[in-house]
C-alpha cells in the first residue's frame, strides 16, 4: 500500500462538545453560540423527541404505543438548517416546524417519548450521525452519559427552576405564545422530576463532567467557561488559537 493511500486510511478525529442540563437551562444557545465560534455543527437532540412527537400526531400514532413509535422513530423525515438570517431551521418531512416544536405541549410530549427506550435506541444512531468533521456540539440531556461518553468536553449546565421558567416566559412572549410563570414553574419541576426518576439514562451529569450553575451568570460569561475549558482538551484547544 503505497503513503498516500495509507494517509487517505487514516480516519479523521471529530472531537465533541457534550451539553446536557435540564429543561431551560439555555443549553440550546449555549450550543448554538460555542458551535458558531468553532465552527462546529449542532446537534439539538431534543429537538428531535419533539419531532417525533409532532410526527407522532400527524400520523395519528399514540404517544403510548411504543412499538409504532419505534418505527416512527426509525424513519423520522428531518433536515436541520438554517434561513438567510442564520436563524436555525427544522424541517418535518419538508415542511419549516421551527415554531411548533417549541411549544410547551411539543416539550411536554417530547419529555414523555423519550423514557420510552425503544425510541431512544431508534435515535440514537441518528443522533451519533450527527458527529462530522470538523467537530460537534451536542446538547440534550444524556448526549455525555450515553450518546458521546466518550467527549472531548463534557458540561452540564443546570439552573434554579425559577430562572428557567422566567427566560422560558420571556422566550414565549417574545414569540407571540401566551404563557403563565406559575405554570411554567410547575411544568418545568414536572419535567425535571421525569427525566431525572426515569430508568433509561436518567438526567444526571456525566463522569467527568464540569457543572455549571447559569442561576446568575449571563450567557457569554457561561459561554466563556466552556472554552475555557475547551483549551485544555488538545482535540478542541486547536480551534480556539
Known amino acids: 500500500m503505497s503513503d498516500e493511500i495509507k494517509r487517505q486510511a487514516v480516519p479523521i478525529y471529530v472531537p465533541v462538545i457534550a451539553i446536557d442540563g435540564p429543561s431551560g437551562s439555555g443549553k440550546g444557545t449555549i450550543a448554538h453560540r460555542v458551535a458558531s465560534r468553532l465552527g462546529f455543527h449542532v446537534l439539538d437532540s431534543g429537538a428531535l423527541y419533539r419531532l ?20 416512527l422513530a426509525a424513519h423520522l423525515d428531518v433536515q436541520f438548517t438554517v ?77 434554579s427552576a425559577e430562572a428557567r421558567a422566567e427566560r422560558r416566559y420571556k422566550q414565549l412572549l417574545e414569540k407571540g405564545f401566551g404563557a403563565s410563570l406559575a405554570a411554567l414553574i410547575d411544568d418545568i419541576r414536572a419535567r425535571d422530576t421525569r427525566d431525572t426518576e426515569r430508568s433509561i439514562a436518567p438526567l444526571k451529569p456525566a463522569d467527568g463532567a464540569l457543572v455549571l450553575d447559569s442561576t446568575d451568570l449571563g450567557i457569554d460569561a457561561v459561554v466563556q467557561r466552556v472554552f475555557d475549558e475547551a483549551k485544555k482538551a488538545p482535540a478542541l484547544a486547536k480551534f480556539l488559537i
Open 52 to 71: 417525533l412527537g409532532a410526527a407522532a400526531k400527524r400520523h395519528a400514532v399514540s404517544i403510548e404505543n411504543e412499538a409504532a413509535l419505534e418505527v
Open 83 to 159: 434561513d438567510a438570517q442564520g436563524e436555525a431551521v427544522i424541517l418535518l418531512e419538508g415542511e419549516d416546524v421551527s415554531r411548533e416544536i417549541r411549544t410547551e405541549e411539543a416539550g411536554r410530549v417530547a419529555s414523555q417519548v423519550a423514557v420510552l427506550p425503544k425510541v431512544r435506541n431508534a435515535l440514537l444512531a441518528r443522533q451519533q450521525a450527527f458527529r462530522e468533521a470538523p467537530g460537534l456540539v451536542a446538547d440534550g440531556r444524556d448526549m455525555g452519559t450515553v450518546v458521546f461518553p466518550n467527549a472531548d468536553l463534557k458540561i452540564f449546565l443546570t439552573a
